[in-house]
């Protein structure tokens, strides 16, 4: 193979575009700094303390949010950390490790690498030199550590890293969750509880609460949550129907007076049809395991998870979805656009009714979408990086493998940023929806 030095221009010194250019490519700040601009001192331990604060804050709302946010920090940073190692184990210079994005709260130098916590929670980054070719801000003597200049398996495999991490995780916590609770089937107990009584409603206002295990309705048993809905519009609007339900182990009736549904539009068959505001659920039948089936099923499980998932990302992301979801005329959860703040109020009513291995779980679930995710062959993405790897191995292989391509990223930074613009947006829309219309 002939000099890869050769192949690239020398490094001048970065415009404000070019460093805009490759913070969108890169994934992170190309910004270096000296050690006496890291963001220390007691500004930096203020901001510290400001986050840990936050932190209590969140436990006292919840203590199911707490755990969610927590392990969901830990993922990001792990994610991180696969790229981290691995570009150190394959000799790349990594001169960046940072939590959260935007201007600096705390930052400390090890070596060549400053670590710290960025302002805004929007994900985390690590900075390898030289990325691709428009990364010019390098050194002559840093040349040969930088990404681009490293063989195809060693970029494959650092770019890859972050979402390998995630399978890794999520197998480690569906291990946890199989020995513990054993592992979820498609059976439910033959039973009906009320997962959430929503307040203002009619059944809450009669007195029935969460917990509650609902016997009958009107004297008609119930034997799933799937039937509570048609079996309260068998009755009329105004009707006073008795609900006989199960709390705290002993059995007791309650009058509940039926409202008539208006959340939906006129058209909807549903309008004013008999209405109560809760929100049921049958228990799940775990299967149970033991430690080594556990542990097998926990890998095997990640396939249908990770193909579940890539189906949902076809799904959330179809513009044509958020658009119907945003004016109405769509409430399919399965298409709908969710961000972590729905999640992490999703982990709240999961805890509740599962406790600490329904929260793990889900958080299993979200590591193998991040993963797939992650994993597209979109820059700025990791797969889109991964995508850019193949394209430069394979018009080496065209010619005959003994000159080293570099591809020409720069043109790709109209999609890349469309990219990023998409994916704001779509952000914004499942904040919104989250917000105004909680799963």
């Known amino acids: 193979m002939t000099d890869q030095l050769e192949q690239l221009p020398p490094p001048d010194p970065m415009t404000r575009a070019d460093r805009f250019r490759s913070e969108i490519v890169a994934g992170g700040s190309a910004e270096e700094v000296s050690d006496d601009d890291l963001a220390g001192g007691w500004r930096g331990a203020l901001a510290m303390a400001a986050i840990a604060g936050l932190f209590v804050w969140l436990y006292t709302l919840s203590v199911w949010w707490f755990i969610f946010v927590v392990g969901l920090m830990i993922s990001i940073f792990l994610h991180e950390a696969g790229h981290f190692m691995t570009a150190k184990w394959t000799g790349m210079k990594v001169t960046q490790f940072f939590m ?209 998932s890539t189906q949902g990302v076809f799904k959330a992301l179809n513009p044509i979805n958020v658009i119907s979801h945003l004016d109405g005329s769509n409430d399919d959860p399965t298409t709908r656009p969710v961000t972590l703040v729905g999640v992490t109020a999703v982990s709240d009513d999961i805890g509740a009714a599962e406790g600490i291995f329904g929260v793990l779980w889900l958080l299993a679930v979200l590591n193998v979408f991040v993963g797939v995710f992650n994993m597209f062959p979109l820059l700025p993405l990791d797969g889109g990086h991964a995508a850019v790897a193949v394209y430069e191995r394979v018009r080496e292989a065209i010619r005959g493998g003994h000159e080293r391509y570099f591809a020409d990223v720069e043109r790709l930074m109209p999609l890349a940023m469309g990219v990023v613009i998409f994916l704001f947006a779509f952000m914004f829309a499942g904040l919104y929806l989250d917000i105004t219309q909680p799963l």
Do not use: C
Request: hydrophobic letters at 45%; proline letters at 5%; glycine letters at 12%.
């Open 100 to 308: 959260f994005m935007g201007p600096r709260l705390w930052s400390f130098r090890r070596g060549e690498t400053e670590y710290g916590v960025r302002l805004l929670p929007l994900g985390a980054f690590v900075r390898i030199i030289g990325m691709h070719r428009i990364d010019t801000d390098v050194a002559p003597e840093d040349e040969g550590r930088t990404y681009r200049q490293k063989s195809f398996p060693r970029r494959i495999l650092v770019i890859s890293a972050g979402s390998i991490m995630h399978m890794i995780i999520a197998v480690f916590l569906l291990f946890i969750v199989y020995v513990g609770q054993g592992e979820r089937t498609d059976a439910v107990v033959q039973e009906v509880y009320v997962a959430q009584a929503i307040d203002g409603l009619p059944a809450e206002q009669a007195g029935i609460r969460d917990g509650d295990q609902i016997i009958s309705i009107g004297g008609i048993e119930l034997t799933d949550a799937s039937e509570l809905g048609s079996v309260v519009r068998d009755f009329e609007p105004g009707e006073v129907v008795d609900f006989v339900v199960v709390r705290d182990g002993a059995e007791q009736t309650i009058p509940v007076g039926l409202g008539s549904r208006t959340d939906v539009p006129e058209s909807d068959e549903l309008f004013g049809t008999a209405y109560i505001g809760v929100a049921p659920s049958s228990p799940i039948v775990y299967e149970e395991h033991g430690v080594f089936g556990a542990a097998g099923n926990a890998v095997v499980d990640i396939v249908p998870v990770a193909w579940q």
